[in-house]
Structure formats: C-alpha cells, structure tokens
C-alpha cells in the first residue's frame, strides 16, 4: 500500500513536471511570438527634455524682450506694418553682411588648417564651423562647440593634436581680437556719451566691464602659462586642489594633465602658427573683420527696416557690444532669457516702432540661424549614414 502511494506521488511528481515543462515551452513560445519591450531609451528622453527646456529659455527671451519695450515705451507696430516700410535693398546689404560674417568663420578654420596640415579642407571647414556654432548656440557657456569640432576634425582623418590645435588656435584668437575691439568700442561708445540716454545705461556699463573681465579668464590664464610656467603650474594646482575640497573637481591628477595638455597643445600650435607669419597676419584680420561684422549686424537690421540710424553706427554698435558683453556670463544657451532686453536697449536709440521686429530680426541672424543649419546638418547626416547603411546591407 505506501508502494502504490509512493508510485502515486512519484508519477504525480512527474506528471506535474511534464506539465510544467509542457507549459514553459508554450510560454516560452507565447513569448517568442509577442514583440520584445524595447528598452526605455534614455539619450532619446534626455535630448526631448533639452530641446523643451531650450524652447522654454527661448520663449522667456521673447517675453523679457517685450517686457523691456513696454518700460522703454514705444508702440510696436505689426510685423505688416513693419514690412511694408522695409528697404529692399538694404535687406539684401544685411544678408551679404551675414553671409560675410559667415564666410569669415569658416576662412579662419580654413587659414589654421593650411598652416597646421598644410591643406585648406575647404568643405570640412564649413561644417566644422557650422557644427560648433550649433552646440556653442544649444549649450549654456558655448561650451559644446569646441569638443565637437575637435571630433568632427578627427573623423576627417586629422590627428587628435593637429584638431585641437585648430580648435585652440581659431578659439584664442577670435577671443582676443572679439575682446579687443569689443573694449575699444565700449571706450568709444562711453567718450561718445551713448549710454547717456539710453535707459538702463548703467546697468550696461558694468555688466558690459564684468564680462570683458570674466572672457579675459582664459586667455589670460593661458598667456601666463606661456610666460610663467612654473609659477602658474603651482597656482593651477593650488586652485584645482580647493576644488576638490568644495567637491567641483573629482581627481586632482586628471584635472592637473588636462590643464597642462591644453596649454602644451597651444604653445605647440602657435608655434605653427608663428612659422608663417603671413598666415599669422592673415588670420589677425579675418578674426577682427569677423568680428567688427557681427557687432554691427543690429545697425544694418535698422538700415533694412528704414530705421533712421544715419551717423548712428558707432552709437548702435558700441550698446551692442555692451549688451553683448553684459549677458555673455549668463550660463543659458544663447545667453537667451536676457540677451533679448538687453539687446533692446541698445536698439531703441533709433529702431522706433519697429523695435521689437528689429531684435527678433538681429536674433534671428546672430543665434536662431545657426541652430536651423545645425538641425539640417544633422538630419542630412541621419538621411546619408541610412542610405549608405541600406546599400552596404544590399550588397
């Protein structure tokens, strides 16, 4: 009897066990059948959630925009209004005032990569140039730029050094010639008494001082590692270790190598630089060309919509580069939310009615155009990398 039992159990056992096996094959088919969860993508969420914060910083922007009209006091006309009054003409002066704001940027990349590899590389210069005014736009600082530039340059067969010391020669120099004309103007513009009835004068001056200062930074710290290394080698140290104690820096030995590579890859390309004087001179030039164009870009978006700025252009591009120093601490991208009043300021000595039209228009020219190349050359890449992954699947 406890045999038969035991049998029992036994083939119990086994039966449930065959059942058991029975129904995980089935549900391993069931599940075989049914489409996989695709995994929560992550980057995809994260780069939604940047594109909505940086429509929100947009969208602030224009509304500080027309918050500081309203103070200033000037009836807006509409945009129909605005047109209809336009130049023709002087619209078509500010499109190849652009274009030639442009082609400069693209020429200094253009000047650097002959000197450092002995070719122009003309088309990777233009997306080279293109592709970092699109992350320094997207980037609080304009800090993603430079990375990106030294990647694509190192996609394109240049040497990891060689693409630094493009980016670093082209970055030192446009800083320094932005920062030496910009003072100069400001110096202009206050002898010329142009912050004295502009409202919120004051306010433009400091903050116009305060970033000159904070944009002399880096460059100044370079300098002084060319010229004193040992000393600023301690002082370096020094600074990155009170930064670990406050929890900013992690590992002091890598942020020590990192500081030293950036100034050792510079010395290095500025002594290619040096070898040819000629491309020296050349890249001086375009870099104060490129620069005295983009702070006058608002007294030829006057000129196009008839604003009567006639002997007005050192007034309205000193209280640009006011404004634009003013806001180039503010850690959004584009300096937006803040740039937009503060660029109203220096607008509204002769834009009028058309002021608001006249900000959206310098904006539009300055910032949000680089943003709608960057996104083209983004989805063309998307649309050539898909077709030549479908023609190397076919063959």
Known sequence: MERKDENKENTDELTDGGENAVLSETDAQTAAAQPAKKPLNVKRIKSVLWNVFLVAVIAVG?????????EIGHDGSSFGEVMRGASPLFFVVLAAVVAAGMALDVAKFCIIGKTVTGKYRLGASIKTNFLGKYYDAVTPFATGGQPMQIYYLNTKGISG????????????????????????????????????NVSGGNLLKITGWVGIGVNLIIPVFVLLFLLLPKFMRKMAVGVIKVGNKIKLVKDVDKATERAEKIVY?????????????????????????????????????????????????????????????????????????????????????????????????????????YIIIGIVLSVFDIVVKNKRGKREKND
């Open 62 to 70: 224009i509304i500080s925009l027309l918050g500081v009209v309203k």
């Open 161 to 196: 050094g060689n693409s630094s010391a493009i980016v670093l020669i082209r970055y030192i120099f446009s800083i320094m010639c932005w920062i030496i004309l910009g003072a100069a103007l400001m110096i202009a513009g206050a002898v010329k008494g142009v912050l004295d």
């Open 265 to 369: 890859d510079f010395k290095n390309a500025f002594k290619q630089m040096a070898k040819s004087p000629v491309n020296f001179a050349l890249l001086l030039l375009v870099c104060f060309l490129e620069s005295a164009i983009t702070f006058a870009i608002p007294y030829f978006v006057m000129l196009a919509f008839s604003c009567p700025v006639e002997g007005l252009l050192i007034t309205v591009t000193s209280l640009n580069v006011y404004a634009i120093f003013g806001v180039s601490f503010i850690p959004t991208p584009g300096n937006s939310g803040v740039i937009e009043g503060m660029g109203a300021l220096a607008f509204s000595v002769a834009a009028g009615p058309a002021l608001v039209w006249s900000v959206i228009a310098w904006r539009l020219f300055t910032f949000y155009i």
